[in-house]
């Protein structure tokens, strides 16, 4: 497995992105989506789990447009400063976030030689996943970790095009129960969904939230997920 940060061209915004390749011919690309704390240790550290299972991972610095090199812990003076940069992002980037996303899948298909993307994201990047799997071009897999805000009324108005598989915990006032519960009436069996005996932020072993059981479940039905969308003919 490799790592290494690239520059790709998003309709003219030059886009900081952290790739982890396998060692072997890629099975497909992943987009990983970030938190708020921007490409940090622990998405680096997703994208490397993703290598070592033979994908591509590819993950945007989403915040380059507010902030170049977002690299953040989770102190609360990191929340509070990620947290102004969500709303930043939020209230007047959406159309160009989108549009870095797309570019990142493009790119994949473009430099990678894959036949499939799909993609990941946690919190703000769950969300992020959720509007892909409604709107991008050629997405073929959008797994959505506790995606804050996913399931206001507002972001279920359009129907996903991808598959989506989403994990969320029983105890989020980022996205309450009574939003899943309409998310599953909406769509159906057209979202997986799964919710676990955790709180915000039960996949990552940096915070105070990390539950090990619930994380390590949520991971391996990711990888079904993803051999399932990205790997059939």
Known sequence: MSTQWLTINSNGFELDVYVARPETPAKAAVIVAMEIFGVNSHIQDVCQRLADEGYVAIAPQLFDRLEKNVNMGYSAADV?????????AEDGLQAAIAG???ACIDWAYDHEGVSKVGMMGFC????????????AQSL?????????GMVAETELADKP????????????????LAGIERLRERYGDEVVVYVYPAHHGFNCDQRGAYNQGAAEVAWQRSLAFLRMCLQSA
Do not use: M
Request: glycine share 10%.
């Open 140 to 148: 073929w897999a959008a797994i959505c970790y506790y995606g804050g």
């Open 80 to 88: 509070e400063h990620g947290k102004a940069l969500k709303q930043q």
């Open 161 to 176: 095009v991808a598959p989506v598989l989403a994990h969320f915990s029983d105890d989020d006032a980022t996205t309450p």
């Open 100 to 102: 870095d996303i797309q």
């Open 124 to 135: 703000w990047g769950g969300l992020n996943t959720w509007r892909a799997a409604q709107h």
